[in-house]
């Protein structure tokens, strides 16, 4: 299938396999406490954003839940013009995935989640079936409007298709120049499966990198704004985490420049499966 072509504004949004439709940016609030997540959920919605990622695992799906409902209140803004996705924590089985799925929508004060994603695929084959098949059964329920996963390789993914159960919309993994797992992507792109970024910044350890200053310069941006124009135009979803109000705004400032084919096959080259975080794709 072909890879989806960058939108050209903040809340534009790209269609997924089930027909439903994701911002293509959005804010991560990964490692942020209850009163940093409130503010910087409420900034970001503020200056534009419609998508916010959390999960069971950050344990803010309250403040994420309370900002939205805040900035709808104050402004008028309907709840179908805001996207919010969170996680599963743990595989264990479906009564349990179930059970999680709830608390986590209680916690956030939702009746739906926009996208829910398992977290990983620890647990096995037969737990992460058992764990798929209760998605399935919640988006039938209405609780999810739709479900993908996270941090699933290649051979996780292969496990949908041999299975012929309903695919992930979104697969959302580490992503970057400096990380670009091809044949994950390759897999999800021939499948219709839209990749996510989690990492999109690379956590800034590679800011200072020629390649990246140097395109930075040439267009008169700074090296965040680079990094997430690149994961833009290859058509992934991106999800910039930052507590700083001016960087959320300057982050979300990628849509009046394109990066050249050029500069693209430059930083493409520069992948060295450089890990910022967590790395379970290979896991059993």
Request: glycine share 6%.
């Given at each position: ?5 960058a ?19 959005g804010?991560g ?11 910087c ?14 999960a ?6 309250e ?26 924590k ?38 992460r ?5 209760a ?8 609780w ?6 996270s ?63 140097s395109?930075a310069?040439?267009?008169g941006k ?14 992934f ?45 290979d896991?059993?």
């Amino acid at each position: 299938m072909p890879v989806p072509q960058a939108v050209t504004s903040l809340a534009a949004r790209l269609k997924m396999l089930d027909g439903q439709e994701i911002p293509q940016f959005g804010l991560g609030v990964y490692e942020m406490s209850d009163q940093e997540t409130y503010d910087c959920v409420k900034h970001a919605l503020e200056v534009g954003y419609r998508h916010i990622d959390t999960a069971e695992w950050y344990e803010n799906e309250e403040p994420c839940g309370r900002a939205i409902r805040d900035f709808m209140k104050e402004t008028g803004t309907h709840r179908s013009e805001i996207f919010l996705t969170s996680k599963l924590k743990h595989n264990r089985d479906y009564e349990l995935a179930m059970q999680d799925i709830r608390a986590s929508l209680k916690r956030a004060g939702e009746t739906y989640f926009d996208l829910y994603l398992m977290h990983s695929a620890i647990g096995g084959p037969e737990v992460r079936k058992e764990v798929w098949k209760a998605l399935c059964d919640a988006k039938e329920e209405g609780w999810l409007h739709s479900i993908g996963v996270s941090n699933f390789g290649a051979k996780h993914i292969q496990e949908f298709i041999d299975q012929k159960v309903p695919l992930p919309t979104v697969n959302q993994i580490d992503l970057h120049p400096f990380m670009r797992h091809p044949e994950i992507v390759k897999i999800c792109e021939d499948n219709g499966i839209l990749l996510e970024a989690w990492g999109p910044l690379a956590r800034a350890m590679r800011f200072n990198h020629s390649v990246v200053q140097s395109v930075a310069k040439k267009h008169g941006k700074d090296e965040a704004q680079i990094m997430l124009r690149w994961g833009l135009q290859h058509g992934f979803v991106i999800i910039p985490k930052s507590v700083s109000p001016k960087r959320i705004k300057s982050n979300s400032e990628i849509f009046d420049f394109e990066i050249s084919p050029e500069d693209m096959k430059e930083l493409d080259a520069l992948d060295e499966y450089l890990v910022t975080d967590w790395d379970v794709v290979d896991t059993e």
